[in-house]
């Protein structure tokens, strides 16, 4: 055989839609397999069946690479210039803090390689081939294409098959298409545009074998898999930088700038104006930088985040890089998968169909056998129904699955479908055990794609003989004569049951027919023509996988939030339609499916993208276009999921959300957070929390930029006023470093405000500072250099000594600080309530233990040494509080008139 034609790009031909006799021609091969030598040359040629490795940055630069970052020159800035002032202690706190936040940004980027190596792990390590006519076992990367391959019950797919003889084949195919039911293959062509989840003449790499058995030839191998798609997508996906670290990037270069310019300044106006020194005045400037540089705020915000990483791990969302906990307060979309996020991965009969009966109502959802059959919303009378007491006998004994309560939860062995069928039994009153005891099986014709029914046969202990079969209703039709009216069997009104079809396929069900067919007690062997006529319909059944039962409040929730929820998932269009309906999501009529997405171009699906809200039948490459078409629209976007499939979008998504349950490791890898319980629900609780985590932010902003900025214009005013420094270098690291840990982490542990979750999500295009919020600091900090200068050059004017008057000052900058962390909880809102002064104990506790660090400054021996400072008298203290109390009040008056003003003029607040 002649190889080198034989490895064709993925893709490139559409195997699925070709005769499987043409396949075996286009790979050179035949049904008997290829011969040892023609592998070996073909393995030689084209590599083994591995996913590649992609190129990856070495550890050292991946490391360095963390100090790219304009915030991190800033504080490198801060330990330079102390460094300078042999502060030693604060250049070793301060260069700590990079190198901690360089080790965490290191450690998490290496997860996107272990999302690479989680799916390696997928592929299958075995594989039956032919090779030279024989069976044998050989490890699954020595596959190559044209290999024949053997499928059975349990097996993992090792390569991309195209299907030549099939036997009852079923595949479960969640890990690329998300759905959790497993498929029925064939061996024959399927239609030239078929999506991944239509392709049923072929059977996938990493996927499982759940029934039955079949045969297969390598169509692709290695990276030319879908598997292999997906990885290389995955490797070539960029995560996006978070809306925090963008506006914390502009505020860190503004303010650098900011401060180098003020700096310089400031020493060439001392140097020209007022005759200082050169050193003098370099010394001054340094002052000036090191008061200006906020040196505690990259501490409180990683704080911050991580004290939001914890309440939502109480709510069930684990977050597993930092700065998602902020982004999750700006998503304006979220891109749900449909099955076992949005509904319970649990099939449920919700409706029975009988003759004499209507259409019935089925109450309660998932394995759980606990419910009633209604009829125009009232419970009706078993025994008064014998058709479906019949129809239930029937459901529990055509079915090899079994369902058992296991530490309080029903879990099922066996096929969801057959799952449902026993739960309906079961709430028709039925006890599965006795039902089989009483009618023991005696033969079965297992279910063919071919013949689309199940069937067997039953004879109870007195020898009366029944056989139970359920399929497709259009065959079951077919080969029903009669249907059972009460007791009696009647000619079958094929209108009435395809009226009721209709109705339940139009909610988005799946309906399987239900028969019977009396036999004697001779008859032990049961055969197709036994039950290819004359059979007698008990009913039809539609189940559905139904949503969880918390999800439409949440969606509602987040709709009041004013975020769009969308719902992308591989079932077809009339499931998801219905599930959409039900919980709110779409109009249940529009819906797009992956067909219509690959005829688009990008700028089309980015058009048109905003108007719809359910996608089917979407594959991997959809979900990933129909993500960065929502980005390009300008949204933040949550995209949930837990199969491979989802893998690339998690990555691309401002916010990957993966199943912590049932979700696969390479999902959890590629995401930035997982759910614990696997329920929609907790998204939204991540939501509040994050917008929580931002508001936060602000408001520790707030609070600590005013400190430098108060101390940054004593300094300036002190200079034009050609007057001693009221604060030295040493005093301002103080006041910076002391205040930071104690009162800004306080503002970390407020608790959301009632209407966070009732505003619109945040513009990421508007700066982290409004304009609103830096008349706020310029105002404060205008307070306290009024007051601090003041308060020192009315000391100094008592003759005081110099080290006593900037005690005082010291003292009245901290006090300041005290007074402005009351007013710093509610951002416009009045804190002169009880539940404003006292409604944060964290607050109190903190303003305590700063007094304690206060006195220790101003009365232990070796802190006087350090700083420079003296004691202070009780008149003294009275004036500073006096002094820095005026802060609360002022504040407060300012945020009256804005609020007056916002009403006023019908603008929203800060």
């Known amino acids: 055989m002649n190889s080198n034609r034989v490895e064709v790009k993925h893709s490139a031909l559409k195997w699925h839609a070709m005769a499987h006799e043409k396949v075996l021609t286009q790979v050179i091969s035949s049904q008997q397999g290829l011969t040892e030598l023609e592998a070996s040359k073909r393995l030689s040629e084209h590599g083994r069946n591995v996913l590649p490795e992609p190129k990856m940055r070495g550890p050292l630069i991946r490391f360095l690479s963390q100090f790219h970052n304009i915030l991190i020159y800033v504080l ?31 450690i998490q980027e290496g997860k996107a390689e272990d999302a690479l190596r989680a799916i390696k792990k997928m592929l299958s390590p075995q594989a039956v081939v032919l090779r030279d006519g024989k069976r044998i076992s050989i490890p699954a990367e020595e596959l190559v294409v044209g290999d024949v391959v053997y499928l059975q019950s349990g097996d993992k797919v090792p390569a991309d098959l195209r299907l030549i003889k099939i036997k009852n084949l079923k595949i479960q195919e969640s890990t690329l298409t998300g759905e959790s039911m497993p498929v029925e293959k064939i061996s024959d062509a399927v239609d030239d545009d078929a999506v991944i989840g239509d392709r049923l003449s072929m059977a996938y790499s990493s996927t499982l074998v759940t029934y039955g058995q079949g045969t297969g030839v390598v169509v692709a191998s290695a990276g030319n898999t879908e598997i292999g798609q997906i990885s290389a997508m995955l490797s070539q996906v960029e995560s996006l930088t978070t809306p925090l670290i963008i506006n914390m990037t502009e505020f860190a270069r503004l303010l650098t700038g900011v401060i180098i310019v003020i700096a310089t300044l400031t020493m060439a106006l001392g140097v020209w104006l007022y005759d200082y020194t050169l050193s003098d005045m370099f010394l001054a400037a340094v002052g000036l930088a090191i008061a200006a540089i906020p040196e505690g705020l990259p501490a409180i915000m990683t704080i911050t985040l991580a004290i939001g990483v914890q309440r939502m791990a109480a709510r069930k969302a684990i977050i597993r890089r930092l700065p998602a906990v902020e982004t999750l307060g700006a998503v304006t979309v979220i891109c749900s998968d449909k099955t076992g996020t949005l509904t319970r991965n649990e099939m449920t009969v919700t409706n029975v169909a009988i003759a004499n009966g209507g259409l019935l109502d089925v109450t309660g959802v998932g394995y759980d056998p606990h419910g009633d059959i209604l009829s125009a919303d009232k419970e009706i009378d078993l025994n008064a129904h014998p058709v479906l007491n019949e129809l239930s006998r029937a459901t529990l004994l055509c079915n090899d699955a079994i369902l058992n309560m296991q530490n309080g939860d029903w879990l099922l062995q066996g096929d969801p479908t057959e799952g449902a069928l026993i739960v309906l039994g079961m709430k028709a009153g039925m006890i599965p055990d006795f039902e089989h005891e009483a009618w023991p099986r005696t033969d079965v014709i297992p279910f063919e794609s071919e013949h689309q029914f199940m069937a067997t046969l039953h004879h109870n202990h007195l020898g009366d003989g029944v056989s139970y079969i359920k399929g497709a209703p259009e065959r079951i039709f077919a080969m029903s004569q009669f249907q059972r009216v009460d007791l009696k069997d009647e000619p079958i009104d094929l209108a009435y049951w395809q009226q009721q079809m209709d109705v339940m396929a139009q909610n988005g069900q799946r309906v399987l027919a239900i028969a019977t067919k009396r036999t004697h007690a001779e008859h032990r062997d049961l055969k197709y023509s036994n039950v290819n006529t004359d059979l007698t319909l008990l009913g039809i059944v539609g189940m559905i996988d139904p949503p969880r039962e918390d999800v439409s409040e949440a969606i509602k929730q987040c709709q009041s939030a004013g975020i769009r929820v969308k719902m992308i998932t591989g079932d077809h269009s009339i499931t998801a339609l219905a599930i959409g ?9 529009h819906v797009m499916t992956g067909h219509e997405i690959e005829l688009m171009s990008d700028d ?106 108060g101390e940054a214009l004593v300094i300036i005013a002190a200079i034009l006023m050609g007057r001693t420094l009221p604060i030295t270098p040493v005093q301002i690291l103080w006041v910076n470093m002391i205040t930071a840990v104690t009162l800004a982490l306080v503002l970390a542990f407020e608790p959301a405000e009632s209407n966070v979750m009732q505003r619109p999500p945040r513009n990421t295009n508007e700066p982290l500072l409004t304009a609103a919020l830096l008349w706020r600091i310029v105002f404060v900090s205008i307070i306290l250099m009024l007051g601090t200068l003041g308060l020192f050059i009315w000391e100094r004017s008592q003759n005081v000594d110099l080290e006593y008057a900037r005690t005082v000052a010291v003292n009245t900058l901290v006090m300041f600080e005290i007074f402005y ?39 232990s021996s070796p802190m006087q040494k350090l700083f420079d400072t003296v004691a202070l008298d009780t008149f003294t203290w009275l004036l500073i509080i006096l002094v820095s109390s005026s802060v609360l009040f002022l504040v407060e008056f300012e945020k009256y008139v804005v609020r007056k003003f916002n009403h006023i003029n019908n603008i929203n607040p800060i």
């Open 76 to 106: 490198l800035a801060a330990a330079f210039i102390t460094a300078l002032l042999g502060h030693w202690l604060d250049t070793s706190v301060i260069l700590g803090v990079v190198v901690i936040n360089a080790f965490i940004g290191f």
């Open 581 to 589: 309906k039900k919980m709110n999501i779409g109009d249940g009529y």
């Open 604 to 709: 089309e699906l980015c058009d048109v993208v905003n108007d719809i809200d359910v996608f089917a039948r979407s594959s991997p490459e959809h979900k990933l276009r129909l993500v960065k078409a929502l980005q390009a629209k300008g949204h933040i976007v949550a995209m949930t999921g837990d199969g491979v499939n989802d893998a690339p979008a998690l990555k691309r998504a401002d916010v990957g959300v993966a199943m912590g349950k049932n979700g696969t490791e390479v999902a959890k890898e590629a995401s930035v957070m997982v759910l614990a319980d696997d329920n929609f629900t907790s998204i939204v609780h991540a939501i509040e929390e994050g917008r929580t985590v931002y508001e936060n932010l602000k408001k520790a902003i707030v609070f600590i930029l005013p400190t430098n900025g």
């Open 821 to 859: 962390l009351f007013n710093s909880r509610y951002i416009s809102g009045s804190v002169l309530n009880k539940a404003g002064l006292l409604g944060n104990r964290y607050a109190l506790m903190a303003s305590a233990l700063l007094v304690l660090f206060q006195l220790a400054f101003t009365y």
